[in-house]
């Protein structure tokens, strides 16, 4: 066989499982779409029905009486956790990422950017561990109570602190698993740009910092907003670490910002052994479909981010 | 060219006074900034090291020689069949992975300019933003399910190929794209074939980025648990040598599961398991860079 068609066909592996994985998902889940309808993304209970009565048929289908599929308070619990993410870990990673680039010499540089981007290798059942251990006792017994004494007065910020497993903790323990990207991203786009803007700034009188403040910063708009942006699709798709640590809370919205939640990507892990217990099927077809949503929101979101970047790759070639 | 004249504002002057609050304000701004960019990397480093330590120190006390020689016994015993099953499902997955993937990154980098190169480096791209338990779960629907293959090896293998496939073809091509032109103008006009060309010279020459793919690939593999959980299942025993329709144990899913179970021997195997997937994962990450750096010197 000629090289380079053997080359095509085995690289073909690439996109054969990409379509694979939606194809198959979407005809396995397809029953629940069909049945789920709109109230699927709407819906506030995720209800297997009774799992001891005879499967009732409802619009052609067999469901067990009092079966409802709602993912409502997953899609909130999913958002919420990446926001907090988001919040902690673009401030810690835009300072981060400035500080190695500008303040510290070359050698000690080369091993503390290593020690950033160690954090991104760590595995996630790692950092669930770490979180399950440590952070959620310290949180639960010293810091949530302060928080609440401090900022009770700001609805959500209140009493009652709960166990430690949460929403809050969920979203610093993910915005730790994220903030290598960003910083990774942002140090490589300061350290790339020419001299000569540099010493043109100092030369008109700025600071250091106003240097990468007001003249390198704005220029790398896109970089640091394609790098956050690729940063929300791993904390949405982000699963052990989640679920060690948020509470996993079935059918409720969280009241504060203590509460439990889960997260889609944790409550497809979670839920399967009990899902598995529906004899209609139903259940496992309609974890098929949250697995399905989670795959294209994260798809949308990465394909977002990588058109930002990408952009920013053209025009720097082109210059 | 004529050079911009740079000249004060008109209708600004700026008294001596003036001058120097407005100094010391820019001042305090910049002592400021730099504080709050110091503390980042103070926090950064302090948590990585903080998990670090947290694993080290409750796992070196945990691993015990039976960790090394004995399988799980209820919530006691060894981490033996953890051990040998990472170790197999990790095996698969670069054995599957790696020709696939060099093939892609080959592919891209080589015919770059044909549509379906373009295809498989859109598609790869999008590949990479699937979440892990989204392939976990489609593994399990596809394999465990209808191919009736149940938890196995074969599944979980495959799964976490389809997850490495992305990143090996992605530090494939950017390990290629590296290698001049003129490096194939030569080997051409010297009468090798395609196949001749890049094995021979550009292969050899991009080889340390390529390197690089695959130990990422391992690193994914001991460390992932998510895709593992509906395609590998769990097993106290030895591996029996079947590929499929034979459940299997692993690493990540003994810290998983017996950091919840309430015995403290479940506990420390737990943290030993943790501790051996961290200095794995993190070895591996050392190693890569040490070869990245030996090429750039």
């Not at chain 1, 240097?211 to 896109?222: F, I, K, N």
């Not at chain 2, 692993?250 to 950091?259: G, N, V």
Request: proline share 5%; aromatic share 8%; glycine share 10%.
């Amino acid at each position: 066989m000629k090289f380079r068609a053997l080359m095509a066909m085995l690289g073909g592996s690439v996109p054969a499982s990409m379509i694979a994985v939606l194809v198959f998902l979407g005809i396995y889940a397809w029953p629940a779409i069909d049945y789920n309808g709109v109230s699927f993304l709407g819906g506030m209970h995720w209800n297997l029905g009774n799992l001891y009565a005879d499967p009732i048929t409802v619009a052609g289908v067999d469901i067990l009486p009092g079966a409802s599929y709602g993912i409502f308070f997953l899609i909130v619990g999913t958002l919420l956790s990446t926001l907090i993410a988001l919040l902690v870990a673009v401030p810690v990673g835009v300072g981060a990422a400035i500080f190695l680039a500008e303040a510290v010499p070359p050698r000690p540089r080369m091993w503390l950017s290593f020690l950033v981007e160690l954090l991104a290798a760590i595995p996630s059942v790692v950092f669930g561990l770490w979180g399950y251990a440590v952070v959620v006792p310290l949180m639960a017994h010293h810091v949530f109570p302060a928080m609440a004494d401090a900022l009770g007065w700001i609805p959500g910020f209140g009493e009652p602190t709960g166990s430690g497993f949460g929403l809050l903790t969920a979203g610093l323990v993910l915005s730790l698993m994220i903030v290598p990207l960003i910083t990774a991203t942002l140090r490589d786009a300061i350290d790339s740009q020419p001299a000569a803007v540099r010493e043109a700034s100092s030369a008109l009188g700025a600071t250091r910092f106003e240097t990468v403040w007001r003249v390198l910063l704005p220029g790398l708009r896109s970089v640091l907003i394609g790098s956050c942006v690729l940063a929300t699709g791993r904390a949405l798709g982000e699963t052990m670490a989640v679920l060690m640590v948020s509470g996993n809370a079935l059918n409720t919205l969280p009241q504060t910002i203590y509460a439990p939640v889960s997260t889609m990507a944790a409550f497809i892990a979670s839920q399967l052994d009990s899902a598995l217990q529906d004899p209609t099927g139903l259940a496992v077809r309609s974890l098929a479909e949250v697995a399905l949503v989670l795959c294209i929101i994260s798809i949308i979101v990465n394909a977002v981010a990588r058109l930002i970047l990408a952009g920013v790759d053209s025009r720097h070639r082109r210059a | 060219m004529s050079v911009p004249v740079l000249t004060a504002p008109r209708g600004i002057v700026l008294q001596p006074g003036a001058r120097n609050a407005r100094l010391r304000q820019r001042k305090l701004l910049a002592a400021t900034g730099w504080a709050w960019c110091a503390g980042s990397l103070v926090l950064l480093g302090g948590a990585m090291l903080w998990i670090l330590g947290m694993v080290v120190m409750r796992g070196i006390g945990a691993l015990t020689p039976a960790v090394f020689t004995e399988v799980t016994q209820g919530t006691g015993g060894g981490l033996l069949n953890a051990i040998e099953g990472t170790a197999v499902i990790s095996a698969g997955t670069v054995i599957l992975a790696v020709p696939f993937g060099i093939a892609a990154g080959v592919y891209v980098s080589e015919y770059r300019w044909t549509q379906w190169a373009r295809i498989i480096r859109f598609l790869s791209d999008v590949l990479v933003g699937v979440p892990s338990i989204v392939l976990g779960y489609f593994g399990y629907i596809t394999m465990v399910e209808w191919l009736g293959w149940h938890f196995s090896v074969a599944a979980a293998s495959i799964t976490l190929a389809v997850l490495c496939l992305p990143y090996i073809c992605r530090t494939t091509e950017m390990a290629l794209r590296e290698v001049p032109a003129e490096l194939r103008e030569a080997g051409f006009a010297l009468g090798a074939g395609p196949a001749r060309v890049t094995f021979s010279l550009i292969v050899r020459s991009g080889l340390p980025g390529m390197v690089t793919g695959v130990l990422l690939a391992l690193a994914i593999s001991v460390g992932e648990t998510a895709p593992l959980l509906y395609t590998a299942g769990w097993s106290s025993y030895l591996w029996n040598g079947h590929l499929v329709r034979s459940p299997i144990g692993y690493l990540t899913y003994a810290i998983w599961a017996f950091i919840n179970e309430p015995f403290a021997s479940a506990n420390a195997l737990a943290y030993a398991a943790a501790l051996l997937t961290t200095a794995f994962v993190l070895l591996i990450s050392l190693a890569s860079r040490l070869i990245l750096l030996r090429r750039s010197d």
